[in-house]
């Protein structure tokens, strides 16, 4: 190939970069801008935070409740080699509340919340809908977009809450076939361990996963190509792409925190 | 837009390209109050990209489209939006909401649009809309429910609920059987009587564009090729037009 035709190439694999982060850009203040905008879809926004909710209880409340379990069971071999048994609510309580409840809860959303949203929104693409909607002078951004970024920002905190009580649980019944505990003493010494910090970081942590499986799902399904293969690429980034901001805020929120404790 | 007004629609040089492709070259026509306006041609050569200008879910490159007196480019997104809703446009593929029943759907644009939210008002409003394309029994299924036909009817009930002044009739028999296409062919004649509606048909259906059409414009390399009533263009003598009238005439045998 030619230098001149190569150099061509990477100016237009550069200019598509910048149109995508542009447009990246505009969609995401065009989301702020329409949340705060009358009229607000709140029938819409309330369909979606229950039909998110629904979608997801069961299976959180499975994988907290194994993942709880079991890092109980992994742990306690190590703290009985120290001799601090007892800690062991206290360990558990922490990493459950700080880390493993916001994180398995983030990912499990963002595999079954943003392909579902990516999917959807994307066969709303191919098959016109979205333009009907457009065309009968409705504004499809907010009903579908904002609705489902809205539901999602505001379900992630109520879902975390309910995955570290779910992993507690779990715990607890492992602590306690080893060792007779009280579920009222199980409690008592997880929460004696946890600061208000924590406390509020596992509400506001999640309320940023929320929002960039939301932002990126939608983006996803929202400009994704006429063609069928568009819907299979969508479901596809919005699971990969959510996971990484996932992480990417999990390891930012961890340095902030550590900053202020 | 007052009643005096002899144009509904009026579109000036319009120009379209994807990809450095043109599509759409130097389009101009007008459409009067109460006509059925047929835009007939071979698929690909940018009739639905054209309705899609109209509407302004496509931009055009350059150009000019007046809708109902109202110049489309001085609009913002509200005014678009309010003239929009003095559009019907039926989709290809009907495009009814798969998540929502038959009456959600026609509900949709009723209460974002016209505010209505009295369910009493909402449900004479479907029956009528129903009613009129004959199809009232399915007022509780689901769009999966739905044969082809039936899904093109609930599309076009879906845009008369709103009262529009223009209908925009994206392929409306395409993937239909005879029977099916003849009673759309009906009911876009009935809709026009009923609503006085100005109507632009996109079709490649010549039994469609001769049971329809007031006037024909015959569509060929994004340009508007010939123009005229059914019996002009049949009696025209260009190779074009006659390959393509004569196609479809052998096909219908």
């Given at each position: ?10 100016i237009?694999k550069?200019?598509a970069?910048?149109?995508?982060i542009?447009s ?7 989301v ?8 607000f ?8 935070f ?13 994988t907290?409740?194994?993942a709880g ?10 703290l ?11 360990l ?5 509340v700080?880390?493993?409840?916001p994180l398995?809860?983030?990912?499990i959303?963002?595999?079954?919340l943003?392909s ?7 066969s709303?693409?191919v ?5 009907a909607m ?5 504004n499809?951004f907010?009903?579908?977009v ?7 920002m505001l ?5 975390v ?7 507690l ?5 492992a ?5 007779q505990?009280?579920?009222k003493l199980f409690?008592?010494?997880a929460?004696?361990?946890l600061t ?7 509400v506001?942590?999640p ?7 939301g932002?990126?799902s939608?983006y996803a ?6 063609a069928?293969v568009g ?10 792409i959510?996971?990484?901001f996932?992480f990417v805020?999990?390891f930012?929120a961890?340095?902030?925190l550590?900053s202020i404790? | ?6 144009l ?5 040089h319009?120009?379209?390209?994807f990809?450095?492709r043109?599509v ?9 109050r ?5 835009i007939?041609g071979r ?15 496509i ?8 809708i109902?007196?109202?110049?489309r ?7 678009l939006?309010r003239?929009?809703q003095k559009i ?9 909401y798969?998540?929502m029943?038959v009456?959600?759907n026609l509900?949709f644009?009723l ?10 008002q909402l ?7 129903l009613?009129?394309v004959?199809?009232?029994h399915a ?16 599309g076009i009930?879906?845009?008369?609920i709103?009262k ?13 059987d005879p ?9 876009i004649l009935e809709?026009k009587?009923?609503y006085h509606?100005?109507s ?18 015959y ?10 009533t059914?019996e002009?263009?049949d ?11 004569n196609y479809?005439k052998?096909n219908?045998?």
């Amino acid at each position: 190939m030619k230098l001149k035709e190569r150099q061509q190439q990477e100016i237009g694999k550069g200019r598509a970069l910048l149109i995508r982060i542009a447009s990246v850009f505009r969609f995401v203040v065009r989301v702020f801008k329409e949340m705060f905008t009358p009229p607000f879809e709140w029938g819409e926004t309330l369909n979606q935070f229950y039909l998110q909710g629904n979608r997801t209880l069961l299976l959180i409340g499975f994988t907290s409740f194994l993942a709880g379990a079991v890092f109980t069971r992994q742990s306690r071999p190590s703290l009985i080699e120290f001799g601090a048994e007892s800690w062991l609510p206290s360990l558990v309580s922490i990493a459950i509340v700080r880390g493993l409840g916001p994180l398995i809860t983030a990912l499990i959303c963002a595999g079954k919340l943003g392909s579902n949203m990516g999917a959807e929104l994307s066969s709303m693409k191919v098959t016109e809908q979205i333009d009907a909607m457009e065309a009968s002078g409705t504004n499809p951004f907010k009903y579908l977009v904002v609705t489902r970024v809205l539901a999602t920002m505001l379900m992630m905190p109520i879902l975390v809450v309910y995955a570290d009580t779910v992993s507690l649980f779990g715990s607890f019944l492992a602590v306690n076939y080893y060792s007779q505990i009280t579920l009222k003493l199980f409690f008592t010494q997880a929460f004696e361990s946890l600061t208000f910090l924590d406390i509020f970081s596992s509400v506001i942590k999640p309320f940023f996963f929320g929002l960039a499986i939301g932002l990126v799902s939608t983006y996803a399904g929202y400009n994704a190509s006429r063609a069928t293969v568009g819907v299979g690429k969508a479901a596809n980034q919005s699971v990969v792409i959510s996971m990484v901001f996932v992480f990417v805020i999990d390891f930012l929120a961890v340095q902030i925190l550590g900053s202020i404790r | 837009m007052t009643d005096t007004e002899p144009l509904a629609l009026k579109v000036e040089h319009l120009y379209k390209s994807f990809d450095d492709r043109p599509v759409l070259i130097d389009i101009s026509l007008s459409l009067h109050r109460g006509e059925n306006l047929v835009i007939l041609g071979r698929s690909g050569m940018g009739k639905s990209v054209l309705i899609k200008c109209i509407v302004g879910l496509i931009e055009p490159d350059a150009g000019k489209i007046t809708i109902l007196g109202k110049d489309r480019d001085a609009l913002d997104l509200k005014a678009l939006n309010r003239i929009r809703q003095k559009i019907g446009f039926s989709f290809q593929g009907s495009a009814l909401y798969d998540s929502m029943s038959v009456r959600e759907n026609l509900e949709f644009s009723l209460k974002r649009n016209a505010g209505i939210h009295d369910q009493q008002q909402l449900d004479q409003m479907v029956h009528d809309a129903l009613e009129d394309v004959g199809l009232r029994h399915a007022i509780d299924q689901m769009p999966a429910e739905l044969s082809g036909g039936m899904r093109k009817r609930i599309g076009i009930a879906r845009s008369l609920i709103q009262k529009p002044e223009i209908m925009l009739y994206d392929e409306p028999t395409a993937g239909l059987d005879p029977v099916s296409s003849s009673e759309i062919n009906e009911l876009i004649l009935e809709v026009k009587q009923k609503y006085h509606t100005s109507s632009i048909i996109i079709t490649h259906d010549i039994t469609c564009a001769r049971t329809t059409a007031d006037r024909i414009i015959y569509m060929h390399d994004g340009r508007c090729y010939l123009e005229g009533t059914f019996e002009a263009l049949d009696r025209q003598d260009d190779p074009q037009l006659e390959t393509f009238f004569n196609y479809y005439k052998n096909n219908e045998r």
